[in-house]
């Protein structure tokens, strides 16, 4: 019998490798975008600048393409019709998804609503200043309502005599 060295599988992960991550390039007109839907070799995609674009899946990656609603892709936008239509260019793996939200590229649309609801406050003190406000203005109308009233007496006594 003879003696077979064990190879090493191809693709070991490992952890304390450093993780390259692949940013879009705005001189290249790339931007990062969520796949809504997967229209064979076509991509509906909502980008990152705000526009949901549809994106046509380049030849040379089209029957290896494996992709499904929730990933997220590297897009390069067409010269024409920029905010309608792109090309898919880059699909990117979780651990590299973890990084460029880090990195504050990646937003979605609940971090989005985390970030508006925590930017207004929540406490006490802005129902405090609503209920002083509308304290103020109900006293302004008492002053304003008596100053007329004030005036039409005053109006009433100079007719009298």
């Not at 380049?58 to 239509?85: F, T």
């Not at 609801?117 to 129902?127: N, Q």
């Not at 103020?136 to 100079?158: H, V, W």
Request: net charge neutral.
């Amino acid at each position: 019998m003879s003696y077979h060295k064990k190879k090493k599988k191809h693709g070991s992960f490992d952890p304390n490798a450093p993780v390259r991550v692949r940013m879009p390039r705005t001189d290249k007109r790339e931007v990062l975008g969520i796949i809504i839907e997967h229209y064979g070799t076509k991509l509906l995609v909502e980008c990152m600048d705000g526009y949901t674009r549809l994106c046509r899946v380049p030849g040379k990656i089209r029957y290896k393409l494996r992709v499904k609603p929730g990933d997220v892709i590297l897009v390069q936008k067409w010269p024409i019709q920029e905010n309608e239509k792109g090309d898919y260019l880059y699909k990117y793996r979780p651990n590299q998804i973890n990084i460029l939200r880090r990195k504050g590229l990646l937003t979605t649309e609940s971090e989005e609503k985390e970030k508006s609801e925590s930017s207004t406050p929540t406490s006490e003190a802005p129902e405090k200043e609503t209920e002083t406000s509308s304290e103020d203005a109900l006293k302004e109308e008492e002053s304003s309502s008596e100053k007329s009233e004030k005036s039409e007496t005053d109006e009433g006594n100079s007719a009298d005599a």
